[in-house]
């Protein structure tokens, strides 16, 4: 291929991106600007999948100008083309049109050149291809688009808080669920829209060190999000390819820790123009007016110049009303500029709280609670309301007045459009936890190696040697010698294998600090009992993890045991199971908390048994007391547990270190009186209103059940076996609603998008997938759909097929031809074109004489009275016809006019009546609620402007055609 600047080329595998242009060129590469969507591509220049645009006399060109050229003469100088001719407009003659200045918009590789050719394909690619474009219109349409594909289970206020956020325009939100009510997932499908729609290209996620890979894995188990993890290695790697790390990836996820210590990488991440900032753990983010900290300024800086903002944070306001300012004050600074003054605003909101207490409970409305309300929304609006609600009108009409009155409130109230929070108090549904602590004696074998330890172990800080006397068998171990199998005496291990085989049918998952007592304890199961049990540590690949996570779901021949490592069990849920037991206990109550995180979470159908060994006389008695009588962390999710730790963590680590239990009783009392007084606290700031619309009541519920109407979809199974088929997939069967599939030789393409190299389990069944994490969960949203149906249309597949009818109602010989239009509008992702007018098919049926018989043929029931046709003969039939085919498609080009105008005006007017609708609502809560942005007004008022110029400019081109012959045997 010989390129030069200025050419105009067009991309086999993305046609729809318009005409390029060749931008730039050196010795290994080609770049192409295709304008219309404002797209760049590099290609390597001896194999660029790209096509040069030349035209010939007698062919109708556009100009970007907007005038049209009919081509008498071509010439070619330097490698770039100069069409002459006469303009359609003026009429004016030897007109020239350089190249360069072609319209980017102009369309290729029309479906009847391949017809005529020869390049017929087969019929039942044809009708995928039809089903590709319909499914994928559809999907684009869906307001559910986005929420349907994730794996995870329907949870009504996770799909309402996605739902309201991952919609807006550079969201800026604080997501302040409790523990266990599923944040991460909340996050993931905010991301998972606004990447869909476009609205975010460049995404940071920036969290603790420790919860990188349960992030990492979150993202792409659930929402087949592939995120990169940056750290110092991975940014001095990526100086290859750029002086700026963050400028190789799309998704990174980093720790704070990695940018506040370093000031370059800090500034590096600052200038990766990102769209949408994620921040876990944003509690953590210490401030005060005169001394913000470093991670605070990290934060911000980079809030600063993202236009969306998601943090994430599980403590409540009320454990620091100035650090939840601090936090709202890094999603709007001009909103939330003054501590005091936002003090003072937040307790205007206790009435309105009321109000709608009492609306919901349908309690007749004081005058009171009638003022306030008629303070906060205006009376015009309210009295009518007012009326219907104190009338004998019928208790339908009075719940919806009641219920409008609810949803202005709530959309006034203060932070409730920056701000979301669920407790478990407000949610429900969750398991009883049955706490068992059993108490053990102590082996000599321990009691002598502990108190050798202590007599030569030098000087170790209090905080070490607390942390050592947690962990005996490591202290034997240390003087034993890594022979040394101290689980042959443990009196853990025996009650362990004594519980084991007393719950046969009960799969438990077993969890110890660290991955080497994790693997020691396998061996003894399988030693000593031939207990299948299987290990989950921090030294596994995501991979081997996948298959541990496997064998112990699996129903069957599974194991019966999972044993993980503290680190190595973050971020995994193990819902199938209801058995806990720690064989040793972690240092603080958060890692406690998401221990028993992995089994009581929101979806836990079960009450759970958690069991407490601890061996006694040791600091793992006294931690075992302090956790359960200070602050009863086994029985109840303790949102206080850290305050409370923090003040008593000097004492409790003396008592760890010394064994001296003198002042452990008094150290109980005290944690459970500031643990009490502190839960209390919450409780009475629990912000009801803010609670309720969290949740989103009945409109949750509807996302719930439209979602739940598309699992088991019976068509998208059919047309992914027949998309793998067609492409040239394995396909094997395994039952229990599984499929494997891998690559074959006999492939279209090399790799499959998507698949792995080394093939996939996947399911069509939600439930199966989300208790068998090493299956792929296939939706209409999945990589492997997506990339197959776009596999499809870059690769031509379909386009061209002949069938015969037989049918002796009609003349043996008669010809019908079934045409395929697609509708679309170049335009970017981010304008939020595919929410209004995505590819949309239409198809004609016209008979010889021009007349279009679709709405009488419908497509299905019509197909199954065809059959296909050999190549050959199908050629011969096409060469036959051809005058009488090129006359149809003049007729379908006339009668598809008609359809485009109707379609363009249909998204017009929906595009129009939606956004207006945003924008008038938006406009009137400014009015009365300060969280609304101006930006946000803005973008919307600009998106309305750019759609109707992009909608008005939509093109149609004929995409596909089945020629139709009629024949009697």
Aim: with cysteine; charged share 25%.
């Amino acid at each position: 291929m010989t390129f030069a600047l200025g050419q105009r080329w067009i991309s086999d595998t993305e046609s729809d991106l318009g005409l390029g242009t060749v931008v730039a060129l050196d010795a290994r590469t080609v770049t192409l600007m295709f304008a219309a969507s404002e797209e760049n591509r590099v290609y390597a220049r001896t194999d660029a999948p790209v096509t040069r645009v030349t035209f010939n006399t007698g062919d109708v060109i556009d100009c970007q100008q907007g005038w049209s050229l009919k081509v008498e003469q071509v010439i070619e100088e330097q490698g770039l083309f100069t069409y002459i001719g006469t303009r359609e407009d003026t009429g004016e003659q030897e007109v020239e049109l350089r190249e360069i200045m072609l319209s980017n918009q102009i369309r290729f590789n029309k479906p009847q050149d391949k017809l005529f050719a020869g390049q017929i394909d087969r019929m039942d690619n044809f009708v995928l291809r039809y089903r590709a474009l319909m499914n994928q219109y559809e999907q684009h349409k869906s307001p559910m688009r986005g929420l349907c594909g994730m794996r995870a289970g329907l949870i009504p206020h996770q799909l309402y808080i996605a739902h309201e956020v991952g919609r807006r325009h550079a969201p800026r939100v604080l997501l302040a669920d409790e523990v266990g009510l599923g944040k991460t997932i909340e996050a993931g499908m905010i991301i998972h829209q606004q990447v869909l729609a476009g609205r975010a290209e460049r995404i940071l996620i920036v969290v603790p060190e420790t919860l990188q890979h349960q992030w990492l894995v979150e993202m792409m188990r659930r929402f087949n999000l592939h995120f990169s993890i940056f750290d110092e290695e991975r940014c001095i790697e990526a100086y290859a390819d750029s002086e700026n790390p963050f400028d190789t990836q799309q998704y990174v996820l980093c720790s704070l820790d990695f940018l506040r210590k370093s000031r370059k990488r800090f500034e590096q991440a600052l200038e990766g123009e990102w769209d949408l900032l994620v921040v876990d753990e944003a509690h953590h983010l210490e401030w005060s007016p005169e001394n913000p900290s470093r991670e605070y300024q990290v934060i911000e800086g980079l809030a600063e110049r993202t236009p969306g903002v998601l943090l994430l944070t599980a403590t409540p306001e009320q454990l620091g009303r100035e650090s939840h300012f601090a936090r709202l004050r890094l999603l709007d600074s001009d909103r939330f500029f003054d501590y005091q003054e936002f003090v003072k605003e937040e307790e205007q909101y206790a009435p309105v709280a009321d109000s709608v207490s009492a609306l919901f409970s349908g309690n007749k409305l004081e005058n009171e609670a009638k003022n306030q309300i008629t303070e906060l929304l205006s009376e015009q609006d309210v009295e009518p309301l007012f009326r219907i609600i104190e009338s004998d009108s019928d208790e339908e009409e009075k719940a919806a007045a009641r219920q409008e009155l609810i949803d202005n409130l709530m959309d006034r109230h203060g932070t409730g459009r920056v701000l979301f929070r669920n407790t478990r108090a407000a949610i429900k549904g969750f398991p009883t936890r049955n706490v068992n602590l059993v108490p053990m004696p102590i082996p000599q074998q321990y009691t002598t190696s502990m108190r050798v330890s202590g007599m030569i172990g030098g000087k170790i800080s209090a905080e070490a040697r607390a942390m050592k006397n947690l962990y005996p068998e490591e202290i034997f171990q240390e003087f034993e010698g890594d022979d040394a199998s101290w689980w042959q005496f443990d009196s853990r291990v025996n009650w362990l294998l004594e519980k084991i085989k007393d719950k046969r049918s009960e799969k438990i998952l077993v969890i110890a600090s660290r991955a080497s007592t994790a693997l020691q304890l396998e061996q003894a199961l399988r030693e000593r009992e031939g207990i299948r049990a299987t290990v989950f540590h921090e030294g596994m690949s995501i991979l081997e993890r996948d298959k541990a996570a496997a064998y112990f779901a699996q129903e069957e021949g599974g194991a019966q045991v999972l044993i993980c490592s503290e680190i190595g069990s973050e971020g995994r849920n193990f819902q199938f199971a209801n058995q806990l037991v720690m064989f040793d206990l972690p240092f603080n109550p958060d890692l406690l908390e998401q221990r028993i995180g992995r089994l009581d979470r929101i979806g836990q159908n079960r009450d759970i048994d958690i069991h407490v060994p601890y061996l006694q006389g040791t600091s793992q008695a006294i931690l075992a007391r302090w956790f359960d009588e200070g602050l009863n962390a086994f029985a109840e999710t303790c949102p206080t547990g850290r305050a409370v730790y923090d003040k008593y963590a000097d004492r409790l680590i003396e008592m760890l270190g010394s064994g001296d239990t003198s002042e452990l009783d008094e150290v109980i009392a005290e944690s459970a009186a500031m643990n009490k007084e502190l839960k209390a606290q919450l409780e009475q700031g629990r912000d009801r209103l803010l609670e309720m619309h969290s949740n989103g009541g009945e409109k949750a519920q509807a996302i719930v059940e439209k979602i739940a109407a598309t699992d088991g979809d019976t068509n998208l199974v059919t047309f992914a076996l027949s998309l793998f088929d067609t492409i040239g997939l394995n396909q094997d069967d395994k039952g229990e609603n599984a499929l494997v599939v891998t690559p074959s030789e006999h492939m279209m393409v090399p790799s499959y998008p998507g698949l792995p190299y080394e093939g996939a389990t996947i399911t069509f069944d939600r439930e199966t997938a989300l208790s068998r994490e090493d299956m792929h969960f296939i939706s209409w949203e999945h990589p492997m759909i997506q990339g197959g149906i776009d596999l499809l249309m870059s690769e031509g597949v379909g386009t061209t097929a002949v069938s015969l009818l037989k049918n002796k109602a009609l003349p043996v010989g008669t010809m019908l031809l079934e045409l395929i239009y697609k509708v679309d509008a170049q335009a970017p992702k981010r304008s939020g074109i595919s929410r209004f007018l995505p590819t949309t098919p239409i198809r004609l049926m016209l008979d010889g004489k021009g007349n279009d018989l679709s709405s009488q043929v419908e497509f299905d029931s019509f197909n199954r009275q065809l059959s296909p046709v050999g190549r050959h003969i199908a050629t011969k039939l096409v060469a036959s016809v051809q005058a009488q085919v090129h006359q149809m498609i003049t007729a379908g080009d006339t009668l598809i006019v008609e359809k485009v105008a109707a379609i363009r005006e249909q998204a017009q007017k929906e595009m129009q009546s939606s956004l207006n609708a945003e924008l008038e609502r938006l406009q009137a809560l400014k009015a009365v609620n300060p969280n609304i942005r101006d930006e946000e007004i803005e973008a919307i008022d600009e998106q309305i402007k750019e759609l109707t110029g992009y909608i008005g400019q939509a093109q149609y081109q004929l995409d596909s055609l089945r020629m139709i012959v009629v024949s009697h045997n």
